[in-house]
């Protein structure tokens, strides 16, 4: 035996003016929801306009000589290199040359100070390492700071989290999204790392 309960229910749903109420209901769930979500795109749009024109991004990069390390004689560098490796100092050496304080020996004569061998002079290397040591170059300071001064809100994240010349060139240096086309193709695929302020020249197909 059904339940009255039920029954009633069955019949409710049948009447047109049970059905129209719940679907108008459902309609202005609907578009509530819609506006809600468009208000919080606009102000999500606005502000971060604000943030573009209004308030420039406060960078943290320290531009100083040796970044303090000197002082302990100890190094950071940038590691992963397979055959070369440079230094926080601008020295790119060998990793058979590396001291075990992190530092390149610079009285082995292969060892070099801000080589930028591999490099074009857009500031695009071939070599990801002497894209680094060339990026340490003093002179190359006004160059990168221009850069974080125009650097989109997109790219904020990436180098806010450096905190000095070193680290800036290791990110730098890094390919990026700037350096590829149709997300799956280098716009230069011999020089691809680049310090410089532009991605690399679109080359002919």
């Known amino acids: 035996m059904v339940p009255c309960g039920a029954v009633l229910w069955r019949r409710l749903l049948r009447k047109r003016w049970v059905l129209g109420v719940v679907f108008g209901l459902s309609l202005v769930y609907f578009l509530t929801s819609t506006f809600k979500q468009e208000e919080r795109t606009v102000r999500d749009r606005n502000l971060l306009q604000?943030?573009?024109?209004?308030?420039?991004?406060?960078?943290?990069?320290?531009?100083?000589?040796?970044?303090?390390?000197?002082?302990?004689?100890?190094?950071?560098?940038?590691?992963?290199?397979?055959?070369?490796?440079?230094?926080?100092?601008?020295?790119?050496?060998?990793?058979?040359?590396?001291?075990?304080?992190?530092?390149?020996?610079?009285?082995?004569?292969?060892?070099?100070?801000?080589?930028?061998?591999?490099?074009?002079?857009?500031?695009?290397?071939?070599?990801?390492?002497?894209?680094?040591?060339?990026?340490?170059?003093?002179?190359?300071?006004?160059?990168?700071?221009?850069?974080?001064?125009?650097?989109?809100?997109?790219?904020?994240?990436?180098?806010?989290?450096?905190?000095?010349?070193f680290e800036l060139c290791l990110a730098k240096c890094r390919t990026s999204s700037q350096s590829v086309q149709h997300e799956n193709t280098y716009r230069d695929p011999v020089a691809k790392y680049c310090y410089g302020e532009y991605p690399p020249e679109l080359l002919p197909v």
Not at 80 to 109: F, H, M, P, S, W
Not at 111 to 137: A, F, I, K, M
Request: net charge neutral; glycine share 6%; hydrophobic share 35%.
């Open 50 to 165: 604000v943030q573009e024109h209004e308030q420039p991004i406060l960078w943290k990069v320290k531009f100083s000589a040796g970044n303090g390390s000197q002082l302990s004689n100890q190094c950071r560098n940038s590691v992963q290199g397979k055959l070369l490796i440079t230094d926080e100092l601008g020295y790119i050496c060998e990793r058979k040359d590396l001291l075990v304080n992190g530092c390149c020996n610079v009285n082995v004569a292969s060892t070099r100070l801000y080589s930028c061998d591999s490099c074009l002079p857009n500031g695009c290397c071939s070599v990801y390492e002497y894209c680094v040591s060339c990026c340490l170059q003093p002179s190359k300071q006004h160059l990168l700071e221009r850069f974080l001064n125009r650097a989109a809100i997109a790219f904020q994240n990436l180098f806010m989290a450096v905190e000095d010349h």
